[in-house]
Structures are given as C-alpha cells and as structure tokens.
C-alpha cells in the first residue's frame, strides 16, 4: 500500500489529521515510524514557511510524500498575536494551560466587541513533483474563562462564530467539521487523492 507520513511528533494533531484523513487509500505513517529523527526547528516568519519546511524536511529524510502542518491563534486585539509563536506563546516549553492563562491574562478586562480572534491552519504536501499548500480559518473570539475538556491547546477559550459554545465544549466530529484544521483537511484531501490515484 501506497504511504504517507504525517510530519509531526504532537499525538494531538497525529489523532485529529488521522481521524480527518479517513477513506484514503493510503497507510498513513508517524514520526514514530522513522525513531531518531530530530524535530524540525520552526523558525520561518509564517505558518506556510514552517508547514513547508516540515514537509520538505521529512520528506527529504524518509523518501516518502509528507504532510505538515502549522496552526496559529491570531487575536485582533493582540495585532494578530500570538501567530507563529501559538504554541510557545507563555514559553518555550509552555503547556496548552499555561499558553491560555497568559492570553486570558492578557485580554483581562478587554470588552466582548475586541475579543475577536481566528485560528488559521495551513497544511503543505511534499512529494516528488509536487509541493502544495492549503489553509484553513475558524473566526470566532476569546472567552473570559474556559469552557469545557475537550480537545487541546487554546480550545477551552476558543468560541466559533455562530456557536455559544467553545471548540472544548463539543464533540468531536462538531470539532473536526468546523476547525481550522478541519477546514485545512477538506481542502486538501482532494489534492491527495489525485497525487495518489496517479503515483
């Protein structure tokens, strides 16, 4: 069977991307497959050169059509903050909670109207011949506390447009179909099922 490598060690967006991926017809492959690899250093300026970078990068070293992919929270109010540094935003090694402590420190005592926030997902897919990108953009806005257990990283403070919940509060197919991540997903499945049907 033909494969695919998923090009990130966070088990959390490895469960979602595997979840979302279904119905192709591909084995699809962790980091975990290929032990002893370092993790690729983010340093592009944006979410498309890092997801890039990714996949060039795994692709490069396994010899296998790669996926990656690179998320961010852009809050208005923050002029787009935290972007590129989502997931290290309280630190280099900050965990999801205390990532969305310091953003609700931060918005403390900013009113409903500014609260405005998107997160944007761009997928990029690396294979001989080809190299293609796709983004995805959930609107919505920060809540002033967190709501619910699901999912990760800022979702218990995330409220997408159109629900009166936060992405933490919903099951996860709800999650999947609106998502950032989600959205990335839909977008570029089509693109792997044509590279697929014809390599």
């Known amino acids: 069977m033909k ?8 088990k959390n967006k490895i469960e979602e991307l595997k979840i979302m991926l279904q119905g192709l017809t591909v084995e699809v492959l962790t980091l975990d497959a290929f032990p002893g ?8 300026e944006t ?10 990068e795994i692709h490069r070293l396994t010899k296998l059509p790669a996926v990656a992919d690179d998320s961010g929270l852009e809050v208005g109010y923050l002029n787009r903050a ?3 540094h989502t997931s290290r935003f309280a630190g280099e090694h900050a965990s999801y909670e205390e990532n969305w402590k310091k953003l609700l420190h931060d918005m403390l005592g900013v009113p409903a109207r500014r609260r405005g926030a ?20 959930c609107p919505g806005k920060i809540t002033e506390n967190p709501r619910g257990k699901n999912g ?16 933490a509060e919903m099951n996860t197919d709800l999650k999947n179909a609106l998502s950032h ?10 693109i792997l099922q044509h590279y697929f049907s014809r390599s």
Do not use: H, W
């Open 3 to 10: 494969q695919l490598v998923l090009a990130t060690n966070n």
């Open 181 to 190: 991540r989600g959205l990335a997903t839909a977008a570029m499945k089509p």
């Open 82 to 84: 935290p972007g590129v």
């Open 152 to 167: 990760f990283g800022y979702d218990p403070v995330f409220q997408p447009t159109g629900y009166a919940t936060t992405l």
């Open 118 to 137: 998107r997160f944007r997902c761009v997928l990029a897919f690396v294979a001989p011949g080809t190299e293609e990108t796709v983004e995805g953009i």
């Open 47 to 56: 979410l498309e050169g890092n997801a890039l970078k990714k996949a060039q």
């Open 37 to 44: 690899f370092s993790p690729v250093d983010e340093d592009a």
